[in-house]
């Protein structure tokens, strides 16, 4: 089977003429979309819906185009073409930001919205969006120092962002494994993070150090570039911050955020435990390095082919409905995922949901361990999500960050579930094994990366900080978040390189929502358990209605209270549980 994405359902290719003709159309949307606004004396129902309907135009075209640049680029981080194309896309995305930034302050400017709104049904289709809108005004700045911003992003925070991902993209490491020297793509290098062999991790793990060293000064230009332009522009858009600037895009709340991170604050040693008793399993005293946090410690032929996964995946689905099953199963048949790692492919694992053509793609790096399994598990939830959105106008499909990881913690909940169930002995202790491996780095180093980050903004205020400050951050982050459950002596000084996150110039703490996608995607895998198949159509209605509510009104559709701490609490206690289990489990196979 192809495990190479097929992009033709988007453009055949960078000289088609439909990529052309969409290319060259994007400036004639954005004029309409300005047109739309000038034509009116104010925001009327006449003029607010002729301007929604501009800006769907522009989104749908976008939504193809974009697309189509940036995948090519995550498989082909040296495309000429793609990247060509992605630095002119750069420039008109800036246009767009422009073109929002007024688009919200001319919606602030009408006389009674809610009259406005509710004298059209397309206007009350969309009536979330435009509220949300008006209420976003007052942190917009005069039109011409928004199209400034926007301008100068492009060859600031977003030309960083694109120099950190070629450098990750590009980058090698030459290891030693079985006594052959070879040199590895930083994704392969990573994932040799999971194999049986101690010697093969611990060396991994050091020729991964040493990738980072050799690029450790101009990463921590794009990082303090980055992190420095936003606190500016937080500042002049009067935000308090940029974590309360998140907080406010993301639909959330800060007596959510605090819930939450309380809660897993509070639930730390628990993960402690965990970690100490898995170093006793691979023969250390004291805390796990960092080089085995994702050792197997147990005996396991748990190997898929791609082909394996994929009938495991889609049967295993369809215990939960046929119509995920099949979704699964299609886009498998039909080539939405790219599962080969290969020199220029970025490192990790995303979803690109295309709603202009209902479809989604997955990239991955696929290497037939179960770790990969419920990673294309995760992605295709991803996608999944993208479908019960199909429905809704492209305007309503833009859900938050925090909610994003919704679906895929489901679908990995649900598969990681049922394996447990069908596996014997030892692989349910290694599957029980993994859950807690892929929920510590969720919750443990989520939070340490909560700190870091924190730490950097709060630093980068007075000063640019050096590679050691920024290695040092990390590592003070690391050993409060993990307390003694990790060696000290074996941390990871540059999670701060390898962690793409830190780069969005969108999207900072773009951490935090991991731990609430995984809490909260538990809660609403709690209410399945609860409801059986009659929560399904709940469970859909949940997720296309994502980008159209508050995070606190979507929580509130599954029954959860997002603002007490006892809903974080008891997620975590699931978790605890199981970590409970393992201990116990961990300490009769080391007598």
Known sequence: MDMRWDLTPLYESFDSREF??????????????????????????????????????????????????????????????????????????????????????????????????ESDDYLKEHAFIIREAASKARYMLDANVEEALAQMAVNASSAWSMLRGQI???????????????????????????????????????????????????????LNSIKGESLTVCAMRGYESP???????????MQTLTSMLNAMEEALPAFWDYLKAKAKLLGHKGGLPFYDMFAPVAESDMRYTYEESRKFLVDNFRSFSDELADFVDNAFQNRWIDAEPREGKRGGAFCANLH????????????????????????????????????????????PMPLAETASIFNETLIAELAIKQAGEDERFALIEHQLQNATQIIVDIFSRYLFETHVFNVRADHGLSVEELKEAMLSAQKKAYGDGLDHD???????????????????????????????????????????????????????????????????????????????RKSLGTIKKNIELFCEMAEKRSK
């Open 20 to 117: 052309k003709d969409d290319y060259t159309k994007i400036d004639m949307l954005l004029q309409k979309c300005g047109d739309a606004m000038d034509a009116a004396k104010e925001c009327d129902a006449p003029a607010l819906k002729s301007a929604l309907l501009a800006q769907q135009q522009l989104m749908e075209l976008l939504y193809r185009v974009y697309p189509f640049v940036s995948l090519n680029i995550s498989v082909d981080a040296r495309n000429p073409e793609a990247l060509t194309y992605h630095d002119r896309l750069n420039a008109k995305m800036a246009a767009v930001q422009t073109l929002t930034a007024r688009f919200m302050k001319w919606v602030g400017t009408a006389g009674d919205l809610a009259a406005v709104i």
């Open 168 to 222: 990750e993209a590009t980058l090698t490491g030459d290891v030693v494994i079985n006594g052959e020297s070879q040199t590895l793509p930083l994704p392969m290098l990573r994932n040799l993070a999971m194999d049986s062999d101690a010697a093969v991790r611990k060396a991994a793990y050091e020729a991964e150090l040493e990738c980072y060293q050799k690029v450790e000064l101009p990463v921590s230009y794009c």
């Open 243 to 253: 974590l309360a600037q998140i907080v406010e895009n993301s639909r959330c709340d």
């Open 356 to 399: 202009p053509i209902r479809q989604s793609r997955v990239l991955a790096n696929f290497d037939g361990s179960f770790n990969n399994v419920l990673t294309l598990a995760h992605e295709l939830g991803h996608a999944y999500h993208g479908h019960c959105l199909n429905d809704v106008s492209i305007l309503n499909a833009d859900y």
């Open 490 to 568: 074996w941390l990871h000084p540059y999670m701060w390189i390898c962690k793409t996150h830190y780069y969005f110039p969108e999207n900072h703490f773009y951490n935090w929502p991991y731990a609430f996608g995984l809490l909260f995607g538990m809660g609403v895998y709690a209410r399945y358990e609860e409801r059986g198949k009659a929560f399904i159509p709940e469970y859909k209605e949940l997720l296309a209605a994502t980008g159209s509510a508050t995070i606190a009104d979507v929580a509130a559709r599954a029954g959860i209270d997002v603002r007490d701490i006892e809903f974080w």
